[in-house]
Nanobody
Framework: EVQLGESGGGLVQAGGSLRLSCAASGFTFDDYAIGWFRQAPGKEREGVSCISSSDGNTYYADSVKGRFTISSDNAKNTVYLQMNSLKPEDTAVYYC???????????WGQGTQVTVSS
């Protein structure tokens, strides 16, 4: 059974940092791309970042470039999202997803709340 579990969310002041983790199981981690998405209240889900575990290519939304960094520890089947210089507009539920390619996701986690206070 494919499972994705996010952790690391919380409440932080603007300018602060958080590191989200996405622990994956039930599939061959090296063959998948892992993406991070977020959804704020009343807004559509937004793609934040993605990493291809096979070649390490990474992608970022313009809104987070230079502030967020995605990385993968294949030995631990875990993908991280390091979020620095957080802004109130980063407040959302953050989800990780897995799929064959960045942009094509088949499995989703339950999400973790990130709240950035001003």
């Amino acid at each position: 059974e494919v499972q994705l579990g996010e952790s690391g969310g919380g409440l932080v002041q603007a300018g602060g940092s958080l590191r989200l983790s996405c622990a994956a199981s039930g599939f061959t981690f090296d063959d998948y791309a892992i993406g991070w998405f977020r959804q704020a209240p009343g807004k559509e889900r937004e793609g934040v970042s993605c990493i291809s575990s096979s070649d390490g290519n990474t992608y970022y939304a313009d809104s987070v470039k230079g502030r967020f960094t995605i990385s993968s520890d294949n030995a631990k089947n875990t993908v991280y999202l390091q979020m620095n210089s957080l802004k109130p507009e980063d407040t959302a539920v953050y989800y990780c997803a897995a799929g064959a390619l960045c942009g094509r996701f088949d499995y989703w986690g339950q999400g973790t709340q990130v709240t950035v206070s001003s």
